[in-house]
């Protein structure tokens, strides 16, 4: 496929191209508003009944969707000729199901907290995520801050689980 710059592709767009469809999660982040939310929450709602129905296949599938994401997230990238566009959320993609694969419990209340703390982390990215993202490029930098707003998520999880004795 030839290098195409558009700011923001159409549907129409998307179906021409595989990298697109994944980088804007099947649609999700053509959102007007909130692209990297309704990425992850398509992204936790795809997610949660492969992890219900086998944790091994869900591992699976975060593992090919991370290591295929940095080039997904890459070339979609490239395609639109803006380093990490806002609806580029195949990395919520990933971001979310890390978070999900690392809960205490599968219950809808840690997921609706994974939900909320990830956004939070992902939209506020505090040091060192805000430090990462301004120094990595290409598809590993486009995925790597929401990796690491992914991990702040499950430790600040467990943190207060353990610490409250909290079970939902």
């Not at 890459?74 to 979310?96: K, P, T, Y």
């Not at 199901?97 to 997921?111: E, G, M, S």
């Not at 956004?119 to 490029?137: M, S, T, Y």
Request: glycine fraction near 12%.
């Amino acid at each position: 496929m030839n290098r195409t710059v558009f700011n923001r592709p159409s549907f129409k767009q998307l179906l021409q191209s595989p990298a697109l469809m994944l980088g804007f999660g099947f649609g999700s982040g053509l959102a007007k508003k909130g692209p990297g939310t309704a990425g992850t929450l398509l992204g936790l709602l795809l997610f949660v009944p492969l992890l219900q129905w086998s944790e091994a296949a869900a591992w699976t599938v975060f593992i090919l969707g991370t290591l295929g994401g940095i080039w997904i997230c890459g070339r979609a990238s490239e395609l639109l000729g803006v380093h990490d566009h806002g609806g580029i959320v195949w990395d919520e993609f990933a971001g979310i199901w890390l978070v999900l694969l690392c809960l205490p419990q599968q219950t809808w209340h840690y997921w609706l907290l994974a939900f909320v703390l990830f956004r939070l982390f992902d939209i506020l990215k505090p040091w060192p995520i805000r430090w990462v993202d301004a120094r990595v490029g290409g598809g590993f930098g486009i995925m790597v801050d929401d990796l690491l707003a992914a991990a702040a998520t499950i430790g600040f999880i467990w943190a207060i689980t353990t610490t409250f004795n909290l079970s939902f």
